[in-house]
């Protein structure tokens, strides 16, 4: 029951956010906008404010702003505050907003975990140890803690990578700590392919709380960063054949379980990595997403007059039946690996 609370709640957040930006974009330039919904089908509530009605619908699978003056088929397509009659660098940040917005919220609950849990940052502890190396061969251990090299204490991992890097081939006198203990240990560091000192050693992770502003910088930088991430394995599965895994709603809200099992912090941050994704994906320029809206637009800019309308929706409709065929596709070859994957442990 928890499982499918947290989803309702974190698609919800996510197509909420969405939609808000396209609605706010509109309404700040000036856009007549009929409806603000969350879902499809049958209203279960509606509440008209001005010109605008803000609905729930039954189907909770997507969500939509109605402006006047983007379907051809109303009445509406020569109402002066229409989409259509507005410029065209106008109605690309109209489409652009929804999926900008999906990449500010991820930056804000990044900013929430980096704030209350911490970013990840590598410590002085050791993680592991690397075999053949001279560390192992002097006795460190994953789990000590590195507090001083050649007398001169390190507090950060970065300044105990410089003290080795800086000394190739060279005797060094490391101080650490063991359950406790005080150690003293002498070796010699090796020289690795760029010429720099390297005793075999790898990190333990730790966290270090940020302040409000500096979280939200780390949280727009590591929105960027997963953001590239992502792209650079779709490049790879496209271009150099790399195994093809995409998760569709199943996966997801089987991930989103996992997360409740874990606690709240990993379900915002899970929520952060799907709000990065939804905005990606519609920014692709496949017909029915944002991206392919935005196509049409910087063509009707570069031609000078603008596509059929009728064309171009008949060329969305045939894209979000193929999105939706996809969909089935990939919701079916979820439904084979999380519930009847011969390798999966007995109890899923």
Same mark, same amino acid.
């Given at each position: ?7 309702? +709640? ?69 109402? *002066? ?39 990840? +940052? ?6 592991? +140890? ?28 970065? *300044? ?168 089935? +596709? ?19």
């Amino acid at each position: 029951m928890m499982t499918f609370v947290a989803s309702i +709640v974190v698609f919800g957040v996510l197509i909420f956010i969405h939609e808000l930006g396209h609605f706010m974009m509109a309404k700040w330039i000036g856009i007549k906008v009929y409806e603000f919904s969350l879902g499809f089908g049958p209203k279960l509530l509606s509440v008209p404010r001005g010109e605008t009605s803000y609905n729930i619908r039954a189907l909770p699978l997507g969500g939509f702003v109605r402006m006047a003056g983007m379907d051809p088929n109303d009445e509406d397509m020569n109402e *002066e505050r229409g989409f259509n009659k507005k410029p065209v660098g106008q109605r690309i940040a109209v489409i652009f907003a929804g999926p900008l917005m999906n990449f500010v919220l991820a930056a804000v609950l990044l900013a929430v975990i980096f704030s209350v849990q911490g970013l990840p +940052v590598p410590v002085t502890t050791v993680g592991s +140890v690397l075999p053949g190396y001279p560390a192992e061969a002097v006795g460190i251990q994953a789990g000590d803690q590195i507090k001083a090299v050649d007398g001169v204490p390190v507090g950060r991992w970065e *300044e105990l990578v410089q003290k080795i890097k800086s000394r190739p081939g060279q005797e060094i006198h490391i101080v650490l700590l063991r359950e406790g203990l005080e150690k003293q240990l002498d070796l010699r560091t090796v020289s690795d392919e760029k010429g720099q000192g390297k005793i075999g050693i790898e990190p333990a992770m730790g966290y270090e709380k940020l302040g409000l502003l500096t979280a939200l910088g780390e949280g727009a930088r590591w929105t960027v960063k997963i953001t590239l991430m992502i792209l650079h394995f779709l490049s790879n599965m496209i271009f150099a054949g790399a195994p093809a895994d995409l998760g569709g709603p199943v996966r997801v809200v089987t991930e989103i379980g996992k997360a409740v099992d874990v606690g709240f912090l990993l379900l915002v941050e899970l929520s952060a990595f799907l709000s990065i994704n939804l905005g990606l994906f519609n920014l692709f320029p496949i017909p029915a997403l944002d991206g392919s809206r935005i196509f049409f637009l910087i063509w009707e800019k570069i031609r000078g007059r603008p596509v059929d309308p009728v064309k171009e929706n008949f060329i969305h409709l045939v894209g979000f039946g193929l999105l939706m065929l996809l969909m089935v +596709v990939i919701t079916y070859n979820d439904v084979l690996q999380i519930f009847f994957d011969p390798k999966a442990p007995l109890q899923r």
